[in-house]
């Protein structure tokens, strides 16, 4: 996808530097903003600290419109905790964290950085979801925190897409979800994963690019898989 500017949050994180690297090889006259909890500088943004986000659109304001974002981050586990398999398991501060990090966090990317997005043409904001987000289709139950975070996180892209499309009626607000990853978030959980289907990120990045290439308008508001198949509410 040619742009004149995208944005790629978490682009420390596995996927998002994939994504980001593609960006640079598709177009080396683009400029990709990189935005990350580890990154240092102008770089640093922390999706807990909404002041640090808010500095971070301030300095994409200052040059040509973002006709890409994706908000690729996210949290499964940390330190001693990790997904609830039982009504046991849950707790108020690992919720919190959960939803702080995979709801809260992209909201707040959208609220500073949806409208710097050009009134014209067909640009795209995407945010990494998941398939265990989807209502309809969770036929396992567990995972509570990261299951109800990641629906969340699809109600307000539906909602970011009504809000966005008062501004642009071709603008495109979308969730990816890209399989299984070879990253530090799925490492944990590898073992039941088909064969073929743990993807390395550059891999995971083209086909995510490949996704956003093939998106339509109508296709604003909804969640896709790495393989374009649309993912139900």
Excluded at 10 to 22: L, P
Excluded at 65 to 79: D, F, K, Y
Excluded at 112 to 122: D, I, K, N, V
Excluded at 150 to 164: P, T, V, Y
């Amino acid at each position: 996808m040619s742009a004149a500017s995208a944005v790629v949050i978490g682009a420390s994180g596995g996927i998002g530097g994939a994504f980001a690297d593609a960006l640079d090889e598709e177009d080396s006259h683009a400029r990709v903003w990189r935005f990350g909890r580890s990154l240092a500088g102008d770089g640093h943004l922390d999706l807990t600290d909404e002041a640090s986000i808010e500095a971070a659109a301030a300095r994409v304001a200052s040059g040509p419109a973002p006709s890409l974002m994706l908000v690729a981050t996210g949290i499964l586990e940390e330190g001693e905790r990790g997904p609830e398999k039982a009504l046991r398991d849950l707790d108020p501060d690992w919720l919190a964290r959960v939803f702080a990090i995979n709801t809260i966090g992209p909201a707040l990317v959208a609220k500073h950085f949806l409208p710097l997005m050009p009134r014209t043409g067909t640009p795209v904001f995407a945010a990494l979801s998941a398939r265990v987000g989807s209502i309809t289709d969770n036929r396992l139950g567990g995972w509570h925190g990261y299951r109800a975070s990641k629906a969340a996180l699809n109600m307000l892209i539906r909602n970011f897409a009504i809000d966005a499309a008062r501004r642009n009626d071709r603008s495109i607000v979308v969730g990816l979800h890209p399989g299984t990853v070879d990253t530090k978030l799925s490492e944990p959980f590898r073992g039941t994963v088909a064969p073929g289907k743990l993807f390395a990120p550059d891999r995971a990045a083209l086909q995510l690019l490949d996704v956003i290439e093939a998106l339509k308008p109508g296709d604003s508001g909804k969640c896709f898989a790495w393989d374009g198949a649309e993912i139900p509410a």
